[in-house]
């Protein structure tokens, strides 16, 4: 027995109705994600060659997603948990509709083509999943158990499966994690983890024969010594690391970088738009993003420390963590330190979907914050 179990309500009808025409928005979440978007337009318009065009659409993007955010925010908690499993059943139905129907591009097919634009689901998982894991555990005593454990690894392994065969590891990645971060964070037991540990080391060769295709092993062998085809895979990689380095301590100025604005810095608007900061803004442009970064993630840890229900501490600790995992990937790949995965840098990189999604987490966790509070009977 709990003590959610014995928790009520504070009786205040009056504060109640003046929360209801209130807009439930946290504002110091707000305020970062302004300054965030605001800086990463600024960059983007350096990386894209100086063309409106991308700025234009990635503002639109931006606008759009700070309404819905806004929507999102409106809803109680308790709809989102309800609602959990229809929004995870639409993105599973979606994922096997792009294997059938999908449209293609640079030898992928992620996408459905709605008309008037494309949408991924993949995209769509990333908040799917962790709210699907967070709604299950949030109704069962924690930590889980052997057979709950299960259950949930099933649920998250169903859509990885469907995103691998894409061919998208990197985003399969990233919902796994989403997915695995909800049950660590549900008390999963140290036998647990151990076993995962053992059991990831161990399929790493099964991986790599059997699930990984050629240009991601290709990847992950130019990581190790991307000298050997300078000119061929070895070149983002190479490009990225020199856009960094040649920034210095305070960079060469805006759109004043040589590796981004000459064309040397491949997908420079997209997943390396770190080493166009770091070229032109050098060491100190990065730790100032970095910053703002750890200010962002550090408000998402506390909404989901405050959360009033077990379902919302779950999610909103899982959208925190997995934030920062996109966060260090991006990095960590740009800078040479993991094999390129596409991941985009979230909030910077050129990208609707993405930014969409986002936003969407960012809504969820304003709801979270803005729950009505509740006084806890410690028995």
Known sequence: MYKDDFVRRLENPDGDRRASRSLHIDIPLLLILVATCLGGLFVLYSASG??????????????????????VAQFPVRFWERWAPVLYAIGLVSLVAVLYVGVGAKGAQRWLDLGVTRFQPSELMKVAVPMMISAYLGKRLIPPSFKHVFFTLMMILIPVFLIVNQPDLGTALLIFAA???????????????????????????SLWFFVMRDYQKQRVLTLLSPEDDKLGAGWNIIQSTTAIGSGGWSGKGWTLGTQSQLNFLPESHTDFIIAVLAEEFGLVGVLTLCFVYCLLIGRCIMIAIGSQSQFGRLLAGSISLTFFIYVFVNMSMVSGILPVVGVPLPLISYGGTSVLTLFLGFGILMAISTEPKRIRMDL
């Open 50 to 71: 100086q063309s409106m065009f991308y700025i234009k659409r990635q503002a639109t993007f931006m606008l759009l997603g700070f309404v819905g955010m806004l929507v």
């Open 179 to 205: 997915g695995f971060f909800v049950v660590f964070l549900a008390g999963l037991g140290k036998r647990y983890l151990v076993s995962a540990f053992v059991l990831a080391m161990a399929a790493i060769p």
